[in-house]
């Protein structure tokens, strides 16, 4: 993706916690999205952040901090289903558009 | 039954010719997207509109063309102009509410491949 930088690969142990990271150049982006894609399968919405701190979904949470181009999308409790690809897309409102990083491919194990 | 339709699930191109995509949805949003995924990589943009009779260009634009006549459709047209068209294609809508949070959804994708 265009100055969006995520890890290409994590691997974590089903039921621990994983955090993935997010940064990108701040310039003009108003809000992120996570998604969550499995193999051979198109994107599912997981959030969308616009205001700073952290936001809880359940199992997920997401955090922004726009003024240093910085997200993370927190996994917990996690299970063996939760191995995909995570997409981190930060938005521009004037735009009407997000620019997509090229995924972290999580792997969870036994 | 709401969201977003493509079709058709798979497609294949012959050489020289012109094939077009289809998006549909029932979510009332005001905008649509569409974004090109090769293998391992990201999402990159193609073309997206706002506002129906209005589209721009994004990153990858060239050898594609769109139109939006309604407020439902947004076709993709991957002409002969293209010469690596095979890839995963992905139509997405999304509204901005008055909260200022945007909620944008995907469709389950068109796969491209040339014969």
């Known amino acids: 993706g265009q100055n969006i930088d995520q890890p290409t690969e994590m691997t974590a142990t089903e039921g621990a916690i994983v955090q993935i990271n997010c940064t990108y150049q701040?310039?003009?982006?108003?809000?992120l999205f996570w998604y969550q894609q499995h193999a051979g399968e198109a994107p599912t919405f997981l959030s969308y952040?616009?205001?700073?701190g952290l936001e809880e979904k359940g199992r997920f949470s997401s955090f922004l901090s726009r003024s240093k181009g910085y997200s993370y999308l927190l996994l917990k409790e996690l299970q063996m289903k939760d191995s995909a690809s995570y997409l981190c897309?930060?938005?521009?409102?004037?735009?009407?558009?997000?620019?997509f990083g090229d995924g972290t491919t999580l792997t969870v194990k036994p | 039954d709401g969201g977003i339709t493509q079709s058709p699930k798979y497609l294949f191109r012959k050489e020289g010719q012109n094939v077009t995509l289809s998006c549909e949805q029932n979510?009332?949003?005001?905008?649509m997207y569409w974004y090109r995924q090769d293998p391992g990589q990201g999402l990159r943009l193609i073309y997206y509109?706002?506002?129906?009779?209005?589209?721009q260009k994004g990153d990858i634009a060239e050898g594609y063309s769109v139109s939006r006549e309604k407020k439902e459709s947004f076709p993709l047209t991957v002409t002969s102009a293209q010469k690596n068209p095979t890839a995963f294609y992905l139509c997405?809508?999304?509204?901005?509410?008055?909260?200022?949070?945007?909620?944008?959804?995907f469709g389950a994708g068109t796969r491209l491949s040339v014969l």
């Open positions: 997405a809508s999304s509204i901005l509410n008055i909260q200022g949070n945007v909620i944008q959804y």
């Open positions: 701040t310039s003009g982006f108003n809000g």
């Open positions: 952040n616009v205001l700073d």
């Open positions: 897309a930060p938005f521009r409102t004037n735009a009407g558009k997000s620019t």
């Open positions: 979510l009332n949003h005001d905008a």
């Open positions: 509109s706002q506002i129906v009779n209005d589209f």
